[in-house]
């Protein structure tokens, strides 16, 4: 049996890895939620209004943030599976991986920037 090695969890690829897996589950985990907020609508205007005065607390604001955050994750890290799968230039997928998560800082701050403007 051939033990995993611990110096590919230092590679940049592998937390790219991990990050595109863990937005992933976190994204999925949303939907239900998601689901269910949309569902109040069904139950009549007054419901749904009862629900949207829920979301103007700071916790919802922050998991608005999150969720951005995490759209953003999950989608440079597709565009970047889709770059390695597709392209012929492996010398720059480090730049790839450091570019996704830039992207994915400045979108979530930039969202974060207008929930307090």
Known sequence: MRRNDQRARAHPAYWAFLMHRLSGLGLALFLP??????GQALHGAAALD?????TDRPLFKFAEWGLVVLL?????GGVRLLIIEFGSASNLRKDWIA???GFAAVVGM?????LFA
């Not at 009862?50 to 829920?54: E, P, T, V």
């Not at 953003?72 to 440079?76: C, G």
Request: charged share 5%; proline share 0%; aromatic share 16%.
């Open 110 to 114: 930039a969202f974060a920037l207008s």
């Open 33 to 38: 939620i998601h689901f269910w907020a949309l």
């Open 99 to 101: 570019g996704s998560l």
């Open 72 to 76: 953003a994750l999950h989608m440079t």
């Open 50 to 54: 009862g629900f949207l005065r829920a």
